[in-house]
């Protein structure tokens, strides 16, 4: 009986592993590519959002109001007519020390989230996953929107960015589900072991 018991684990953790295998192709990262792939993005992505965040938070804690225009200022003095100079403070308007918090605690926020992801991707979480569906999904429609009201490459790759990553990860999603349920079904289908008499 224990003999039989021990076939039976044996065979329990071969399907495991070979299901495993079967969707983890090694290729960047130790994670399939597509993982890895937005392993990168959202990792750069955060760290950008990061940095964003301790820039306002040190422009709050100065009292920098208008940061583009104290950044500016010594080369316009140089040169009035400095044409990117004068475009970014017209596009960036001055904002109030409330405002300049609340944008830190949301940029905070949300880098914290892609950490999370970042994390919970590493690990093969797949409750993350759907995470990442869910909140990429909501943006598409605003990406969708924006690129409506003006054209630019920048919004186009980030339209396809964000379409391929949600196409993905629904395809890697119902496969990991399905794998289960072979893999389980292939377990219920053991020959079940009796109990012989205690000798």
């Known amino acids: 009986m224990t003999h039989h018991r021990s076939l039976q ?25 597509g993982i890895g792939l937005i392993l990168l993005q959202k990792t750069l992505w955060g760290s950008a959002l ?25 080369e316009l003095a140089e040169d009035p007519h400095d044409l990117l100079a004068t475009v970014l ?12 918090l609340l ?28 995470l990442i569906v869910v909140e990429t999904s909501a943006f598409l429609p605003y990406d ?9 490459v ?10 391929l990553i949600v196409l993905y990860l629904v395809a890697h999603y119902l496969r990991k589900r399905a794998l289960q349920r072979e893999q389980h079904e292939r377990v219920r289908r053991l020959p079940s072991v ?6």
């Open 89 to 100: 403070i017209r596009l960036i308007p001055s904002v109030s020390l409330q405002t300049e």
């Open 194 to 199: 009796r109990r012989g008499p205690r000798s």
């Open 50 to 74: 990061l940095v964003v965040a301790v820039v306002l938070l040190i422009f709050h804690a100065q009292h920098v109001t208008d940061p583009i225009q104290e950044l500016f200022t010594r």
């Open 9 to 33: 684990n044996r065979l329990q953790r071969f399907l495991d592993t070979h299901g495993e295998s079967e969707m983890q192709h090694r290729t960047l990262f130790g994670r399939p590519l």
């Open 144 to 152: 969708v929107w924006e690129l409506v009201r003006s054209h630019s």
């Open 103 to 130: 944008l830190a605690v949301g940029v905070t926020v949300y880098a914290v989230l892609e950490g999370i992801e970042v994390w919970g991707l590493w690990h093969d979480l797949m409750w993350v996953e759907l």
């Open 154 to 163: 920048v919004k186009v790759l980030s339209l396809v960015i964000n379409v």
